[in-house]
């Protein structure tokens, strides 16, 4: 069982913005751990806190490129700069069983954020992890991926959701999708 349980859609915390984190004690670092935990069980790739009802601004993300993991925690993350040139890839998230879609985001990205041991880090991402703090970062300012669609392929979407949460089995085809209803 995850550390942390997670929260699915549709919930009103998702509409909701997460608080700065106004120091780093040992409740932050239990939820950033847990957090990874989390992830890991779920085999997500990354997660903010809203995923799991905590409205603080933390986010883990870990690509586990090549079955290696590399996590990375990041406490009041701040998206500082993004490119003019752009990405689309087929997102989703473990908040939204058996949905994706395609995203078009920004193609690199520059992220500051505190680490657990409270320095400050400047991070220039591209690609797939650029899309992927986006992805997380967007959930700390009460959005998720799917506010980037128009209202009626967002509103299939979630309709597609919610038929096959009530439908049980597995949530979506994916044979690697650690969910199931």
């Known amino acids: 069982m995850p ?3 997670l929260i699915y859609a549709p919930d009103p915390v998702f509409k909701k913005k997460a608080q700065v984190v106004p120091f780093i004690d040992e409740k932050i670092k239990e939820t950033a751990h ?3 935990e989390t992830l890991y069980e779920e085999r997500g790739v990354g997660m903010a806190a809203t995923m799991v009802g905590v409205l603080k601004r933390i986010i883990v993300i870990d690509l586990q490129e090549n079955g290696k ?3 990375i925690i990041c406490i009041n993350p701040e998206i500082l700069a993004v490119s003019k ?3 689309v890839n087929n997102e989703a998230s473990l908040c ?3 949905i994706s879609a395609e995203i078009t985001r920004p193609d690199k990205v520059e992220l500051r954020y505190m680490d657990l041991e409270s320095q400050v880090h400047t991070l ?6 650029a899309a992927i703090i986006q992805h997380e970062m967007e959930y700390l300012d009460g959005k998720v991926y799917l506010d980037n669609l ?3 392929k967002r509103d299939r979407l979630l309709k597609k959701m919610i038929k096959g949460q009530r439908q049980g089995g597995d949530c979506c085809s994916d044979p690697s999708c650690s969910n199931n209803y």
């Open 3 to 5: 550390a942390l349980p």
């Open 34 to 36: 847990d957090m990874l």
């Open 69 to 71: 993991r590399t996590p």
């Open 85 to 87: 040139e752009t990405q």
């Open 96 to 98: 939204f069983p058996g």
């Open 124 to 129: 220039e991402a591209s690609g797939w992890l």
């Open 150 to 152: 128009s209202r009626m």
